[in-house]
């Protein structure tokens, strides 16, 4: 259906489309790459693509599951985990945490990645990741509709309590050089991510007031 010559659905009846643009149309987006311990100890590492930081002081960020998964479970029950950056180098071994494994089947592993315990958490970090953000859960909330009925997707926050940053990822003014740590961003459609490039930048200062 369309009107003013544009492409025009309304949700609830369907798009209408071979995949669902939403997630194009708010894109690329960062990756939640979660790192956490069940309350046995156990790891788990999966990618969230619902993901980013919501405040500065002190710094949250969130994703949100869609399912009551072994990320939120885990979080929940221990109060505690790791985002890592996803990186073009590390895309493959990132994709592979997707993977629906057998319970219990350690992801780190699967994926030729090496654990390297947090500081302040007991959750592990990405060792070959060049940033970690150590977390200690703020909030889970699930989600609702406008109407009030309850949504099977689960929003977590967490306050970043330690931080862990490649040195080469910082010049000599200690400014983080974001196209160099070359973080992907997820997409639209089944398979579709985004890199950054340092030629693709442009800046804008914030206008004052007159």
């Known amino acids: 259906m369309s009107t003013d010559e544009r492409y025009y659905y309304e949700p609830r009846n369907g798009h209408g489309l071979d995949h669902d643009p939403l997630n194009a149309i708010i894109g690329p987006r960062p990756i939640g790459w979660i790192a956490s311990r069940n309350a046995q100890g156990r790891r788990n590492l999966a990618p969230y693509s619902f993901f980013n930081c919501f405040n500065y002081h002190p710094p949250i960020i969130g994703f949100a599951s869609v399912g009551y998964k072994d990320s939120v479970a885990n979080i929940v029950d221990t109060g505690e985990f790791v985002w890592n950056l996803a990186t073009r180098p590390l895309a493959k071994q990132m994709n592979q945490t997707s993977a629906a494994l057998p319970h219990g089947r350690d992801e780190f592993e699967f994926a030729g990645l090496t654990p390297v315990s947090g500081i302040l958490v007991a959750a592990d970090r990405v060792a070959q990741s060049p940033v970690n953000f150590e977390c200690k859960l703020a909030q889970c909330i699930q989600l609702q509709a406008a ?58 200062t914030r206008p004052t007031a007159f």
């Open 147 to 204: 109407n009030g009925d309850k949504i099977n997707t689960w929003l977590v926050l967490g306050e970043v309590v330690a931080v862990h940053i490649a040195p080469h990822l910082l010049d000599a003014q200690g400014v983080y050089q974001t196209a160099l740590a070359e973080p992907i961003l997820r997409a639209g459609g089944p398979s579709a991510y985004y890199g950054i490039s340092e030629a693709l930048r442009f800046d804008l």
